[in-house]
T-cell receptor, first 114, second 114 residues
Framework: ETGVTQTPRHLVMGMTNKKSLKCEQHLGHNAMYWYKQSAKKPLELMFVYSLEERVENNSVPSRFSPECPNSSHLFLHLHTLQPEDSALYLC?????????????FGPGTRLTVL | LAKTTQPISMDSYEGQEVNITCSHNNIATNDYITWYQQFPSQGPRFIIQGYKTKVTNEVASLFIPADRKSSTLSLPRVSLSDTAVYYCLVGVDSLSGGSYIPTFGRGTSLIVHP
């Protein structure tokens, strides 16, 4: 186990629904990340938080809204998604936002948008 | 702006040594090179990291030439369980400036045959 948990592990939602993905780490890390991985595509970095402040928003549509209430928790709020948003959403954390710091990934949430 | 370039796929056989090369022509002076392994429907996990010359751990070796414009991950005596996608990672500067943002390449899908 890497110490990063994600809930739910699987989620099916309609385009009009509102749902949230949760990520939690108890590693004492200060940086947290959301990634999207579509089928047979590389990892796409969505958001980066350092010390609870967002430092990167990688041109992500506004129907994805991140929230980092403290250094241990990261949320991704979803609303009015599209079928093409179906993917594996991965959360990761690292000690700091630094080149030398290893990222620890959670198991991911498999999202299906109908 | 592509930061890294890797072969899309590679095939090998059990017991062979596998070398995967990543090009990162625009690597920054303070950038480290990190390699991750990812199995289907799981988050990536750290394999090895280096800055220059050679690094070796219990699972792999990493060779980095003096100009640091490329790196080679070496997996000795691969087994079927080494079938996975391998990513090399270097950083980019945040759009807002001043922050290190990790950037995964497209990865190399390694298939190990019996």
């Amino acid at each position: 186990e890497t110490g990063v948990t994600q809930t739910p592990r699987h989620l099916v939602m309609g385009m009009t629904n509102k749902k949230s993905l949760k990520c939690e780490q108890h590693l004492g890390h200060n940086a947290m990340y959301w990634y999207k991985q579509s089928a047979k595509k590389p990892l796409e970095l969505m958001f980066v938080y350092s010390l609870e402040e967002r430092v990167e928003n990688n041109s992500v549509p506004s129907r994805f809204s991140p929230e980092c209430p403290n250094s241990s928790h990261l949320f991704l709020h979803l609303h009015t998604l599209q079928p093409e948003d179906s993917a594996l959403y991965l959360c990761a954390s690292s000690p700091e936002l630094a080149s030398t710091d290893t990222q620890y990934f959670g198991p991911g949430t498999r999202l299906t948008v109908l | 702006l592509a930061k890294t370039t890797q072969p899309i796929s590679m095939d090998s056989y059990e017991g062979q040594e596998v070398n995967i090369t990543c090009s990162h022509n625009n690597i920054a002076t303070n950038d480290y090179i990190t390699w991750y392994q990812q199995f289907p429907s799981q988050g990536p996990r750290f394999i090895i990291q280096g800055y220059k010359t050679k690094v070796t751990n219990e699972v792999a070796s990493l060779f980095i030439p003096a100009d640091r414009k490329s790196s080679t991950l070496s997996l000795p005596r691969v087994s079927l369980s080494d079938t996975a996608v391998y990513y090399c990672l270097v950083g980019v500067d945040s759009l807002s400036g001043g922050s290190y943002i990790p950037t995964f390449g497209r990865g190399t899908s390694l298939i190990v045959h019996p």
